[in-house]
Every structure is written in C-alpha cells, then in structure tokens.
C-alpha cells in the first residue's frame, strides 16, 4: 500500500482510504464485523465522504456484467476491463492516488481503451463501489437497525437521489423496512419524478 509519505497524492477522503478491505474481494464488508460503535461511526463517515455534492450526470457504478446474459460471442464490456487495471494498482482505497490512476490511464490508452476524464470517472466510480459495500452491510448485516437510526436512511435516500450507489441504497432502505425512517424514504424515492424509472420502481416495490 502506498502513504501520503510516498509522495503520492490520494485521490479519496480520509476516512475512504483507511478502509481496510481490498479491492480485489471488493470492497466487501465481513459478515462477521462487529456492530461496534467504531464500526458504525466508521461506516457512516465513510458513506457522508463518498455522498457527491450534487447529482451524478450518469448513475455510478454501472450495473455488474451477468454471464447468463452476456451471450456465448459477447465481449466484455470496456469498463470491466479497465477496472482490472485498476485493480492491478490500487488494491486497497489507501492506494487510489493520482500517480497510480495516471499509471493506470496510460496503460488503459495503450490499450486502446476510452480515457476520456479517466481521473474523474474512475475516482467516483470507486467511490460508489465502496458505497455500494457500506449500504449493504448497513442494510442487510446489521441487526441493531436502531443504532443505524436515522442516520443510515438518511443517508441512503440521499445516495439514491444522487445516482451514487443508487441501486444499493433503496435494497438497504427495503431491508430496513420495518424502520418508519425507511418507508418513509421509500415513498419520496418512489414519488420523485427526477429519478431513473427503475430506481423509482425497486422503491415503489416495497410499499405495494
């Protein structure tokens, strides 16, 4: 892994890079980490630091690449493989710096590969996928949902209204549902007109 020390400009916040899963089992909380207040605090921060400011201009991280659905002749789509690149240099949040993407970016043009604000891109990218991993663990792993109350919800309503781990935010809201919090921010989410037709569907879903 790589330190300020090394002369190497993070592109994460603070509480992102002290993340301690890899990248490689991406990102993925164990199922057998405590519901400490640490860990909880912890998972809070980390959510409020990957929250973009403003809307996202197109939804991150893409959806996953289902193999039944790829079709025998498929390829892979381009940003699997350049997450693989990636991934080579960056194996923990602590390793997301400016050099290595740079790194990075320069291999993904040599392979011809489209890098167009490749920085940019890539870091919010990696900012929902470990997004994404927060929300599941909140909204699924979590057994106290009062000591998650309302902070988690709160937070995962603004993720899905800001196309940040979106998906992954109203599963989080739908596995908390018993939460008066979690409906509440269902039924916004499902009425609100600005969002993708499927997130306003997977939160309508619940409340049927």
Same mark, same amino acid.
């Given at each position: 892994m790589?330190?300020?020390?090394?002369?190497?400009?993070?592109?994460?916040?603070?509480?992102?890079?002290?993340?301690? &899963?890899?990248w490689?089992?991406?990102?993925?909380?164990?199922?057998?980490t405590?519901?400490s207040?640490?860990?909880?605090? &912890?998972?809070?921060?980390?959510?409020?630091?990957?929250?973009?400011?403003?809307?996202?201009?197109?939804?991150?991280?893409?959806?996953?690449?289902?193999?039944?659905? +790829?079709g025998?002749?498929?390829?892979w789509? #381009?940003?699997?493989?350049?997450?693989?690149?990636l991934?080579? /240099?960056m194996?923990?949040?602590l390793?997301?710096?400016?050099e290595?993407?740079?790194?990075?970016?320069? #291999?993904?043009?040599?392979?011809?590969?489209?890098t167009?604000?490749?920085?940019e891109?890539?870091?919010?990218?990696?900012?929902?996928?470990?997004?994404?991993q927060?929300?599941?663990?909140?909204?699924?792993?979590?057994?106290?949902?009062?000591?998650?109350?309302?902070?988690?919800?709160?937070?995962?309503e603004?993720?899905?209204? /800001?196309?940040?781990?979106?998906?992954?935010?109203?599963?989080?809201?739908?596995?908390?549902?018993?939460?008066?919090?979690?409906?509440?921010?269902?039924? /916004?989410?499902?009425?609100?007109?600005? +969002?993708?037709?499927?997130?306003?569907?997977?939160?309508?879903? #619940?409340?049927?």
């Amino acid at each position: 892994m790589t330190t300020e020390d090394d002369g190497e400009e993070p592109l994460l916040p603070e509480a992102v890079r002290s993340l301690p &899963y890899s990248w490689d089992l991406g990102f993925i909380w164990p199922p057998e980490t405590e519901e400490s207040q640490k860990n909880l605090a &912890y998972a809070r921060a980390v959510l409020e630091a990957c929250l973009p400011p403003a809307p996202l201009t197109a939804p991150e991280p893409p959806p996953e690449v289902i193999l039944k659905f +790829l079709g025998q002749d498929a390829s892979w789509p #381009e940003w699997t493989q350049i997450r693989h690149v990636l991934r080579e /240099r960056m194996p923990y949040a602590l390793c997301v710096t400016r050099e290595r993407m740079a790194e990075a970016e320069a #291999e993904c043009a040599r392979r011809g590969f489209d890098t167009t604000d490749f920085t940019e891109r890539w870091t919010v990218r990696i900012s929902a996928w470990i997004a994404e991993q927060v929300l599941y663990w909140c909204g699924l792993m979590v057994d106290d949902t009062a000591a998650i109350t309302p902070w988690a919800m709160e937070l995962a309503e603004r993720c899905a209204q /800001r196309g940040m781990a979106a998906e992954q935010a109203v599963w989080a809201l739908r596995n908390t549902a018993e939460v008066p919090q979690s409906r509440e921010a269902l039924a /916004r989410l499902a009425a609100d007109e600005a +969002l993708p037709p499927e997130i306003r569907e997977l939160a309508a879903q #619940e409340l049927a």
